[in-house]
């Protein structure tokens, strides 16, 4: 009884490793004979575990998807890799995602083998996640978007603008991006007849699904620099370019990718693109990196640099005796 159980999970386990099996290449990967892989798959049946099997040569096995369908089997490194990506998602700004990602992590510590419980021990008590300002979305609305983008089809939703009005819009969704602190939408508005970015979290209801859409070319091949295009420069009032007079690599480390877009300029020159509701707040906050720096756009924030400039000189007081 004991071998046909281990025999049985095995057999689970390659069925849950490739999509379709051969009964010669169960057998073979098993080493038992066709017959004993047939009277397997029966047996799993009676378990519960739904299992096709188409006929002919070119015909095998394969695993189907059912509400009775157990627990995956993972061998040591994919119960690590789990683990991992549990404990990366505790902070998620989905609603429960971080709850429940903590939940699944407790259950999946009690269940390995003792080889693995040092591993699992060490994982938890060695990792810490710093809280960061996150904004949370509706698990629901993320489903209904990511089912409508994989079925073309349409959806409408009440959605909060950012100034505070409520409308109610009908897209054509193509790519969720999530920025770590925000989650956003990719879709062709049709009532505006143009590519719009959306907020997740500012759907004020759960998109319904409409007709099925015919696939428009994008607006750009990478729709992460687009959404972070949009994001950092689009909705504010002071579209900026600032040079500085530092490196990539250096203003890498210091400019997160929601807050502006770099490029290099030369070897010793890095471009900022970014965009701004206030003046004051960069300048002030540029100021402080203690890095040389140009501003090439917008003639208004020149102008006051210079008006700042003059301010803070005046604050100093009049030079003292030398």
């Known amino acids: 009884m004991i071998e046909t159980s281990a025999r049985l999970l095995q057999l689970l386990s390659l069925l849950q490793l490739r999509r379709e099996w051969t009964g010669p290449a169960l057998a073979a990967r098993m080493d038992v004979t066709e017959r004993t892989v047939r009277r397997d798959i029966g047996k799993l049946r009676t378990l519960g575990y739904p299992i096709n099997a188409s006929p002919g ?3 095998g096995y394969q695993l189907g998807a059912g509400a009775q369908l157990p627990p995956l089997l993972l061998d040591d490194d994919e119960a690590l890799a789990v683990a991992i990506g549990l404990t990366a998602v505790t902070a998620s700004p989905v609603s429960g995602v971080g709850e429940a990602s903590v939940r699944a992590l407790t259950k999946l510590e009690q269940v390995p083998p003792p080889r693995l419980r040092p591993r699992f021990s060490n994982l938890r008590s060695a990792v810490t996640r710093m809280s960061a300002v996150s904004t949370p979305v509706n698990p629901e609305v993320l489903t209904s978007l990511s089912a409508a983008i994989t079925e073309r089809r349409c959806v409408a939703f009440r959605y909060d603008r950012h100034d505070g ?3 109610r819009r009908v897209v054509e ?10 989650w956003y939408l ?9 590519w719009r970015t959306f907020r997740v979290d500012r759907c004020t209801s759960v998109p319904v699904a ?6 428009r070319a994008l607006p750009s091949a990478d729709l992460a620099a687009y959404v972070q295009e949009s994001i950092t420069r689009s909705p504010y009032s002071y ?5 500085f007079h530092a490196p990539l690599r250096e203003l890498e480390t210091r400019v997160p990718s929601t807050a502006g877009t770099l490029e290099a ?12 509701d206030s003046l004051d707040f960069p300048l002030a906050y540029l100021a402080s990196w203690d890095i040389d720096f140009e501003i090439l756009e917008p003639t208004a924030m020149r102008d006051r640099v210079a008006v700042v400039a003059e301010r803070l000189r005046r604050s100093a007081g009049p030079p003292g005796p030398a």
Do not use: C, H, N, Q
């Open 173 to 182: 969704p193509y790519r969720l991006v999530d920025t770590g602190r925000r």
């Open 165 to 167: 009005e409520t409308s």
């Open 186 to 194: 990719v879709a062709f508005d049709r009532s505006r007849e143009d």
């Open 57 to 59: 040569v070119a015909g």
């Open 265 to 276: 300029d030369g070897d010793d020159f890095t471009l900022l693109r970014a965009g701004f």
């Open 239 to 243: 579209d900026a370019v600032i040079r």
């Open 210 to 215: 409409r007709e099925r859409f015919v696939p």
